[in-house]
């Protein structure tokens, strides 16, 4: 059966390094290029990868923070999801709104306030896989790339034009949210890769973590 996959108010599945902590009522854009949707019950992501949304060479800017108003596309899911695979464009737009945050991100010497962001601003072009950040992928997407002629990097050279996987998985332990991680030992302070497939039944570094959904209804991204 097919499900519909839509987007809600996000800050994608990407490390809390990149932005400040603005309450997602701020986020007005958080736009990328998605080539495909893939999705397995195995949480190794290696075996019975799904094309939900099959790849295509033209990609279709998605706004993830389009409070459920865009759809990401259609198509067949497993009958339980252990690991889902977005393979998208190098390429983060975002604005967020005014307003006076108090918070601060970062830790350390590496601390800001994000009372910066009190005026409101946008970004355009912003790489999310930065420079010689490993990525791997499932076999079956580097297949089906190969199929219709699109290249996908292998490692990350901080350059707008590469395609990447974001890699789900109830496998990966932690959401490189530092509030959300809090509470699990093993993500507080690591450096998490989102583009590579998790090692490890509880692997705190590779992929992002995916509590694990129905597959019953449409599906819905909530992310954060």
Known sequence: MKKFLVTAISAVFISSSVFAYLPVSALTTMSLPVYGVYMSADATCTTGMVATVPLTTTPKTINFAAAQSQSIGSGNVPATIGCVVIVIGNSLSSAWSAGT????????????????????????????????????????????????????????????????????????????????????????????????????????????????????????????
Do not use: R
Not at 160 to 177: D, F, K, M, R
């Open 101 to 224: 945050y108090t918070t601060t991100s970062g830790t350390g010497n590496n601390a800001v306030s994000d009372s910066s962001c009190n005026a409101g601003g946008t970004t355009t072009g912003q790489t999310i896989c930065n420079s010689s950040a490993a990525v791997t992928w499932p076999q079956q997407i580097v297949t089906d790339a190969a199929a219709i002629g699109l290249t996908l990097t292998n490692t990350c050279l901080a350059k707008t034009t590469e395609i990447v996987p974001l890699v789900l998985s109830t496998n990966s332990i932690c959401t490189g949210q530092a509030a959300a991680d809090a509470s699990t030992a093993a993500c507080v302070g690591v450096n998490m890769n989102n583009f590579t497939i998790p090692l490890t039944t509880t692997d705190a570094t590779h992929g992002t973590k995916l509590t694990a959904p129905s597959a019953a209804g449409d599906l819905k991204f909530v992310v954060n």
